[in-house]
T-cell receptor
Framework: TQLLEQSPQFLSIQEGENLTVYCNSS?????LQWYRQEPGEGPVLLVT?????EVKKLKRLTFQFGDARKDSSLHITAAQPGDTGLYLC???????????FGKGTTLSVSS | DAGVIQSPRHEVTEMGQEVTLRCKPI?????LFWYRQTMMRGLELLIY????????DSGMPEDRFSAKMPNASFSTLKIQPSEPRDSAVYFC???????????FGSGTRLTVV
């Protein structure tokens, strides 16, 4: 069974700080995706990474896929209260198979 | 597009009762997924369909759970009989076939008392 381990589980920071959250596995994934979920809503896709070593930027968010395609990281620069939420990573063994999700990192950014 | 539509948003039922959750995927999306989310276990895949055909139901916890997709625009997840341990948020998601990104509905929060 493939597992995605996310760390840290909880993170509470002040507005303006930088942070990195991690997603690790012993398995190789075809792709890794990051989602953000707010209370009472479903997860919303932020980004998909498919190539080992790939780096993608989305405004203040930087996503990286590990060279071996087993891990990924999400870095947020100058966090804002609007970044608060549950960040989930998800991977698929191959395109067309269902995503496996990590348990997520709960981020709280206070002003 | 209205996105993935789930109903009801909240369901409270007594142990032993039948519960039916409903999902309308995005038009044109050929894959549909049912997930369950709890604090302890996170998001777990229950079953998914490609072109209305069930592909993998290994995540369905017991025979009490069943899912159908009679056409491309509708799916149901049924629990009969329901038990308190079934209490969770159930999400439906859809995507184009073999696409990487999913669109999730807002979920159904099920409480079995």
């Amino acid at each position: 069974t493939q597992l995605l381990e996310q760390s840290p589980q909880f993170l509470s920071i002040q507005e303006g700080e930088n942070l990195t959250v991690y997603c690790n596995s012993s398995s190789v994934f075809s792709s890794l995706q990051w989602y953000r979920q707010e209370p009472g809503e479903g997860p919303v896709l932020l980004v998909t990474v498919v190539t080992g070593g790939e780096v993608k930027k989305l405004k203040r968010l930087t996503f990286q896929f590990g060279d071996a395609r087993k891990d990924s990281s999400l870095h947020i620069t100058a966090a804002q209260p609007g970044d608060t939420g549950l960040y989930l990573c998800a991977g698929d063994e191959q395109a067309g198979t269902a995503l496996i999700f990590g348990k997520g990192t709960t981020l709280s950014v206070s002003s | 597009d209205a996105g993935v539509i789930q109903s009801p948003r909240h369901e409270v039922t007594e142990m032993g009762q039948e519960v039916t959750l409903r999902c309308k995927p995005i038009s044109g999306h050929n894959s549909l997924f049912w997930y369950r989310q709890t604090m302890m276990r996170g998001l777990e895949l229950l079953i998914y369909f490609n072109n209305n055909v069930p592909i993998d139901d290994s995540g369905m916890p017991e025979d009490r759970f069943s899912a159908k997709m009679p056409n491309a625009s509708f799916s149901t997840l049924k629990i009969q009989p329901s038990e308190p341990r079934d209490s969770a948020v159930y999400f439906c998601a859809s995507s184009p076939l073999r696409a990487h990104g999913y669109t999730f509905g807002s979920g159904t929060r099920l409480t079995v008392v």
